[in-house]
C-alpha cells in the first residue's frame, strides 16, 4: 500500500524531487507545485535561495507535494517527469534568464497553454523567457531603480481569490519598478502598490496582476529582489499560497 503514497515537503535537496512521484490512478494523488530559482540570491538573505523560502511558507498547504528546484538541477531543475505532474510552477530568476534552455521554455508554454499548468512569475522574472514567452510582449517596465525603502501592498481587487484574507501591508523594498509594465491587459490587477522612495517621494505601481493564458491561470508579483527579505513576510506568504491554490487547474 505504501507505493501509492506520495512524498511530502521537500525542502532540502533539488534531487529529492527525482525520488517523489505519484502514480498513476493513486488512491492518494497530490497535487503538486514547483518552486524554481536560480541560485543567486544572497546567501546571509536566503540561506536556502528563494526557492526554499517560498517552499517553507508553503508547508501549511493540504494535499500539496511541494518541491524545490533550479537551474543547477538536472534538465535545469524540470525533467519531463516533475514537469509534467507539476500543477503549479512557481518562477524566480535574474541574472541566469539567458541560461534556461528555449527547450524548456517550450515545453513549459505548452503546459500552460493546453494543459491548464499555473505559472507564478516573480519580480525580475518578468524578463525570464517563459515569462515573455506566455505573455508574447517586452515585459519591460518604465524604471528600475534602487532608491526606494518601503514598497506598500494595497489590496486592489478584494473579490479576487489571491487577496482572500490578505489585508494592505508594507514591506521594506530597496528596488522600485516603475509602471507602465508592457504585458497584455490583465484580467485582475489584484494589488497595486506605492512605492517610498529614499526622499520622500512616492511612486504608484502595478503589483499583482492575473491572466488567463490558454487553458492555464498565470500570477505576477512585483515585489521580490533578493535583498529585501520579503518571501518570508507572512502577507506575502499567504499570497502566495492564494495564488498556487488559485492557479491550480480545476479537478
Ligand atoms: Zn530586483
Known sequence: MFRNVVCGLSLVAIALSTGCQSKPGSVTAKRTVVVWSEGTAPKDVYPNDINGAIAEGLKDLKGWDVVVAGIDGPAQGLPDELLNRADVLIWWGHKRHGEVKDELVNKIVKRVKEDGMGFISLHSSHFAKPNKALMGTACSWGAYV?????????????KHPIAKGVKDFTVEHSERYSDPYAVPTPDSVVFDGVATLKDGKVDPSQVGLAWQIGKGKMFYFQAGHETNPIFYDANVRKIMLNAVQWAAPKK
Request: net charge negative; no cysteine.
Open 146 to 158: 534602487g532608491d526606494s525603502t518601503t514598497l506598500a501592498v494595497h489590496v486592489k481587487d478584494a
